[in-house]
């Protein structure tokens, strides 16, 4: 998760939590195993379709990689950034290329993919968690949606030093109005 969760107002309790362990970012290898990991899974009765399908996404990463390092994004530490250097930004190109075959060139237009196709009542596999977001989240993705962009502006409207945890009751609430 992102580092900036857990500090400030947000510091884990040490007394669950004594030891604090920080990922490095993921190296290009470790994303295209990820990749081929998955798509050996999604697609385990076709093997050729797997190997493809990781080949087409692997390839268009090393893409938008180029794109990204061409508009000089860089790190604190001044080395260059990856576009995808987490397992979440790994995820996100799957979930959008597994339902789309393709990934957007923006970055915006990317995580909104991976929005609509998160909302998609095709992607969630829980029945019993697909029913209770129904019922709790009245209405199809488009507002599911404007509810969701409601709660986010809500929170960064809170401003940094209120943290970024929110309970179900204060969602519900902030939901209601």
């Known amino acids: 998760c992102r580092i900036a969760a857990y500090q400030d107002q947000t510091t884990l309790n040490q007394a669950y939590f004594p030891v604090t362990v920080e990922a490095q970012d993921l190296e290009p290898p470790h994303v295209a195993a990820l990749i081929r990991e998955a798509y050996k899974d999604i697609y385990a009765h076709d093997t050729a379709r797997a190997q493809q399908e990781t080949r087409n996404l692997i390839q268009r ?4 990689e180029e794109a990204y390092q061409r508009r000089g994004q860089k790190q604190d530490s001044g080395s260059p950034q990856r576009f995808v250097h987490s397992p979440l930004m790994v995820r996100l190109m799957l979930i959008v290329h597994y339902n789309e075959r393709h990934l957007p060139e923006q970055r915006a237009e990317l995580y909104d993919r991976a929005v609509s196709n ?23 993705p488009d507002v599911q949606r404007e509810l969701l962009q409601h ?24 939901l209601r109005e």
């Open 118 to 140: 998160l909302l998609d009542p095709q992607y969630g596999y829980d029945t019993e968690v697909k029913a209770q977001l129904s019922r709790e989240l009245a209405g199809g």
């Open 151 to 174: 709660l986010a502006f809500a929170l960064h409207s809170r401003g940094e030093q209120q943290g970024r945890i929110i309970n179900v009751d204060e969602v519900r609430r902030e």
């Open 61 to 64: 990463i090393e893409e938008l």
